[in-house]
């Protein structure tokens, strides 16, 4: 850490490298919009960064509760990063409950901002607190800043038209304008913002942004932090054009790219459901683009228009997660029956049942590969992380054209909520999907099969090709109802060569570390950050540690079998119980897998990789 | 319409052998909708039957169209994404009173609510079929069955009324013996703009023989039955002596000339649910006919409108300005 002087300041200006910051509250006190606007204002700055929200299910749970706290983790750099950062450098705890549950994962000696306006008897009451956390010690080895951020507030806007129920509604934007200053970030996006976003309210623009201001000069002229830290603007991502990217919005540009790629119209059914429902509200803001989206009356209505579209020719999605896929289920053994191109997207969440609907968890790979009544393989993507999800939406839309099939699409609730900044692709390089739709009548059968044992996809309307699908059996070729016995062992492995042979257009994934060596850890989906971060630290240490990511796991690449050969052991962690650990184990019986299982909901922390992969090889 | 090409029946047969039991009342089901098809003017290519599962859902392996035999009781979420894709197929929808009323209820309410342009055929039999006689959600209470040995406990749905208390535009019912009362529902049902609700009492000859018999025989229909036919006097029987009319909140016998003339197209489906509401094998007899047929906006047509407005007013969109949205920076 080096200190220097601006010219004028009061205070030591302290370059960090490297920050990361929670910010916490009731789920009411506008948390995530705050760290959304941290985090817009640190891409604009230009620093590499990840994020990851934290927050209950429930819309408002009971306030000052602590089941009711929000979070919003951000980490910052002017280095290449892969995570959200594992513990916080800064602490912003609005309130009693949301200190005692941030509390513990803050790093020792971290700042943390206490609004000691809410630390009345009542509020320590709500939290299930006998003592006041500012005075009992539980601070101790923290950077305390005690700051009462209501009463501040309320000065503030004094002159303000505003009710003082309102007046309180700017705390967060005080919050964020100290945070601003102590991390010296500019104003001016968020300004822009704000008058953007409340153009109908002036009073609210100005309330708001006299709020984020003062919060600002607070930081500067009452001295409460021992100095400013800046992070200066990454220079070690790829030069070009970025932004910051959600996962579920890439997934929805993802799609939209998948159509316009393939010449197709997009059409979405889905059913709102969390944390996917953020991909039907954006496509349905695209009707210039030719999407059309359903909001259907339930998950098994949403994947069955989906079909429906996908017969006449549209790129047919449906987005849901793990209870609603369950739903989809048969009708999705239909999609693989009639062989028709689809994507279901499937973003994660911490189940069984309803589960935990806004924790992370990865334990749908067995629903995707295996969850079907009968043989029924469908292709399965997992996207690694926010920005990746663009690419994998892309890559399950090519694989759905190009082989008529259904295809998995899988995100997560990490990836979905989390945000990283996306290196814009150039238009000119995005892959064409080339779609032929039958329209000559001569030779034509339903399900007389091509090179690569694709159908033809002959769309309703068109002239001589009137034909019949359903979920019969069906003759091959002809497609009429078939019931003979080598008919079904034949069409059955028709559809499963169809689906292998996809691995075939897949490159093999690769390796970052030493080509062989004592460990190789293999990931799939949104684990990809923590896992690099870990073996980078892991190789800086000197461990022979490599690692690899798995973008496809239904087919997987070829070349696996090979590269597993030249490690001792391959560790899998994975947010489940070993379901890809099981898999490998059963493609790949004679390699020496390890485990890794994790279900608390949370993504991994590097750390705890780190200290897995240093036990393992000790042994 | 005027006919541009003229099909026969015969252009509507499919190659595959019908394997309905012998004297199912679906033959007479298919050969009729095999004729009003043809005669609608549209080219094959432009028709496409949808079923779920059941024995009316063999329907369009029959026909020389587009077809799509999908899953249990979901026909009408087909049909949605099918006509949103391509709303100009004339989409017709062969289902029954398991398919319809029980495993696919929900969609069968939110396809009449959205008024799809489509036509739902519900072949009635009351009576679980293809899985060789249980009680359906249409069997009458007490229906003693293969899974009723004591009497079934169920109270039955009426198909009519359903429909009408979930916004069905259109809204008849016929007999499978009746080609020519079939043939004329069929074609106002055809020509309705927006779901067509058609319930069709349909003889299962094996598990279920003569369940319609006290209205639907030959010997005792025009006496047992009353036709609705929009904008003409509500009259039945063998002379045409006998009329029905609206008294307060019920239908009452009257004489032929005192009969009120039936009216289909108030925005009210108040009077289409008395009429509903008569029990079969009452004192009064069973309508048949056209309940309801009133004019509202369809699904598929407002939403590719509501594209269009959105393109017109912002201009075709272009991925690139999707994808170069926000705030964005450069990396050097």
Known sequence: MTQTKEPGAELPLQVQEDVTIRFAGDSGDGMQITGNQFTSTSAVVGNDLATFPDFPAEIRAPAGTRPGVSGFQLHFSSKDIHTPGDRPDALVAMNPAALVVNIKDLKPGGIVVVNEGNFGANDLKKAKLETNPIEDGTLEGYRVIVVDINKRVAEALADSPLSSKEVQRCKNFYTLGLMYWLYSRPLEPTMNWLAKKFAKRPELVEANQKALQAGYNAGDIHEMFQGQYQVPACNDLPAGTYRNILGNQAIGLGLVAGAAQSGLDLFLGAYPITPATDILQQLAAYKNHNVMTFQAEDEIAAVCATIGAAFCGKLAVTSSSGPGIALKTEALGLAVSVELPMVIVNVQRAGPSTGMPTKVEQADLYQSIFGRNGEAPIPVVAASSPADAFDCALEACRIALEYMTPVFLLSDNYIANGSEPWKLPRMEELPKIEVKFRTDPEGFQPFLRDEKLRRPWALPGTPGLEHRIGGLEKEDGSGNVCYDPQNHQKMTQYRQDKVLSIRDSIETPGVEGPESGDLLVLGWGGTKGSITSATNTCREAGLSVANMHLRHLWPLPNGLDAIFGRYKAVLIPEINMGQLWRVLRSEYPEHNFLSYPKVQGKPFMASELVERIKSILEK | ?332
């Open chain 2, 1 to 332: 319409m005027t006919p541009e090409a003229t099909l026969t029946k015969k252009d509507l047969k499919s190659d595959q052998e019908v394997r309905w039991c012998p004297g199912c009342g679906d033959y007479a089901i298919l050969n009729c909708v095999q004729g009003v098809v043809a005669k609608l003017g549209i080219p094959r290519e432009n028709v496409m039957f949808v079923s779920g599962i059941g024995c009316s859902s063999r329907f369009p392996y029959y026909m020389n169209t587009y077809g799509f035999h999908t899953i249990h009781g979901r026909a009408p979420s087909f049909a949605s994404g099918i006509k949103i894709a391509n709303p100009d197929l004339s989409v017709w929808i062969v289902t029954g009173d398991g398919d319809a009323l029980s495993i696919g209820g929900n969609h069968l309410i939110h396809i009449l609510r959205r008024n799809f342009d489509v036509n739902i055929l519900l072949f009635n039999n009351e009576i679980y079929g293809l899985t060789k006689g249980q009680y359906s959600p249409t069997s009458k209470r007490g229906a003693v069955t293969k899974a009723s040995p004591y009497g079934s406990l169920d109270n039955p749905f009426n198909p009519i009324s359903l429909a009408l208390g979930a916004g069905a535009t259109f809204v008849a019912r016929t007999i499978d013996s009746d080609q020519k009362h079939m043939a004329r529902v069929l074609e106002a049902a055809a020509a309705h703009k927006g779901t067509s609700f058609v319930e069709v009492y349909q003889n299962c000859v094996i598990f279920n023989d003569g369940a319609f018999d006290d209205v639907a025989d030959k010997k005792v229909r025009s006496d047992r039955t009353v036709d609705l036919v929009p904008g003409e006097p509500i009259v039945y029987g063998k002379e045409r002596d006998k009329g029905l009319r609206i008294e307060g909140f019920g239908v009452e016998a009257c004489a032929a000339s005192d009969a009120s003339v039936w009216n289909a197209g108030i925005p009210s489906p108040a009077p289409a649910m008395l009429f509903a509401s008569i029990e079969r094998g009452g004192e009064l007899p069973d309508p048949i006919g056209i309940f309801r047929s009133v004019d509202a906006p369809c699904y598929e047509d407002d939403l590719h409108a509501q594209m269009a407005a959105v393109t017109e007013k912002k201009g075709p969109g272009k991925l690139e300005d999707l994808i170069y949205a926000g705030d964005t920076w450069e990396v050097k």
